[in-house]
């Protein structure tokens, strides 16, 4: 994806002071590394998304990318996907994500169906036809009095019949639980070559920034935004998958 396949070592070296994490242009440069070695699940994830896309998508209809950053999502359900007069519209309000987004669309020539990439911010865009949402990731860097309302707009422009996919980090309210699987996910990024440094600055930047909600919130929450059924189609430690079909 990124065209360096740049390693992430952006937390390796002692901080004066942690800043809240942000989307610019080295964690763009970084990205595809970061994420695969931060969020379990995440490699076997993505290639699935276009076998679910070919399960809900029909003819003429949008696909929408919601937080798509540098297309990931994007290009596994193109590259699946053979349905005809349907587009794709990624949006992420990271600059620096859009652009390399835009080169790796431009650079994949596995599919014709159009991915119109755009700068903005998903809590203003248009849904409109969709037969396909994806968050994936993304719904945990919104503010959570703002989610319900986001939810209420993706089903609100969904086709019946048509799916969101919601991916997300979760807590859990037994405490147990909780510290079991975050210490697995921390293990995880050790294993991945993240030294405990890295792991505490990045933790204490993400602190105010990504907050996750636990499975039942977001199960109730869907159902509250118009999704009829809701259905828990990956886990791999604190990170889960979800189909809520409209
Ligand atoms: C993937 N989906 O590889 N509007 C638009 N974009 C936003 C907003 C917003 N309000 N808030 C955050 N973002 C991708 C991974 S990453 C997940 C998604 C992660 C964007 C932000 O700029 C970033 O690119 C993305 O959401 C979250 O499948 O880094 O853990």
């Avoid at 994830?45 to 798509?68: H, M, Q, R, W």
């Avoid at 975050?182 to 907050?211: C, M, P, T, W």
């Amino acid at each position: 994806m990124s065209k360096s396949g740049a390693k992430d070592s952006i937390y390796n070296t002692p901080k004066d002071m942690i800043v809240d994490f942000v989307f610019d242009k080295s964690v763009a440069h970084v990205f595809p590394d970061m994420i695969r070695r931060s969020v379990p699940g995440y490699d076997n994830l993505i290639p699935l998304l276009g076998i679910i896309a070919e399960k809900f998508v029909t003819a003429n209809s949008n696909i929408y990318d919601l937080g798509c950053s540098l297309g990931a999502s994007s290009l596994s359900i193109r590259r699946r996907l053979n349905v005809e007069g349907c587009q794709i519209i990624a949006i992420d309000n990271a600059e620096a994500m859009v652009e390399q987004c835009r080169e790796n669309m431009q650079n994949d020539e596995h599919s014709t169906i159009p991915v119109d990439v755009i700068c903005g911010d998903i809590l203003n865009c248009n849904i409109s036809n969709a037969r396909l949402a994806i968050l994936n990731f993304t719904l945990q860097f919104i503010e959570p009095d703002k989610r319900l309302e986001l939810l209420s707009k993706i089903a609100s422009g969904m086709n019946q019949g048509g799916a969101l996919i919601l991916s997300e980090k979760i807590i859990s309210d037994d405490i147990d639980e909780q510290n079991l699987i975050e210490e697995l996910q921390l293990n995880f990024k050790s294993a991945n070559g993240y030294s405990d440094l890295e792991i505490s600055q990045k933790r204490s930047a993400l602190d105010n920034v990504l907050i996750p909600d636990n499975l039942a919130t977001h199960k109730q929450r869907l159902l509250d935004a118009g999704f009829s059924k809701v259905i828990v189609w990956q886990q791999c430690l604190n990170f889960i998958s979800i189909i809520a079909i409209k």
